[in-house]
């Protein structure tokens, strides 16, 4: 079992800055794929950012500019910085991780999820 354990969100301000971060653990070989997914009140989940073990970063059109991912491949760990946030930018964001197991097979979890709510 591979469980990732997110932490940051919040409230904020429009135009303000939060970062969240999602550490991994468990029976983890390795991990290709962490990024964040968000889901506003009636929406569906929609990837937001998404970092690749090569390095391939892709970005959701709406963020771009705004959030940075990045990743400690090391710790397992992945990072998600947001600036200039807008009201629209409220919603649940997971974490996600896609990989390999130590004792084989692939993995895919997702984190808890933690609300960030920007106020107008």
């Known amino acids: 079992q591979v469980q990732l354990v997110e932490s940051g969100g919040g409230l904020v301000q429009a135009g303000g800055s939060l970062g969240l971060s999602c550490a991994a653990s468990g029976r983890i070989f390795s991990i290709n794929a962490m990024g964040w997914y968000r889901q506003a009140p009636g929406k569906q989940r929609e990837l937001v950012a998404v970092?690749?073990?090569?390095?391939?970063?892709n970005y959701a059109d709406s963020v771009k500019g705004r959030f940075t991912i990045s990743r400690d491949n090391a710790k397992n760990t992945v990072y998600l910085q947001m600036n200039s946030l807008k009201p629209e930018d409220t919603a649940v964001y997971y974490c996600?991780?896609?990989?390999?197991?130590?004792?084989?097979?692939?993995?895919?979890?997702w984190g808890q999820g933690t609300q960030v709510t920007v106020s107008s």
């Open positions: 996600n991780a896609q990989g390999a197991r130590l004792l084989g097979g692939i993995f895919e979890s």
């Open positions: 970092s690749t073990r090569a390095g391939r970063i």
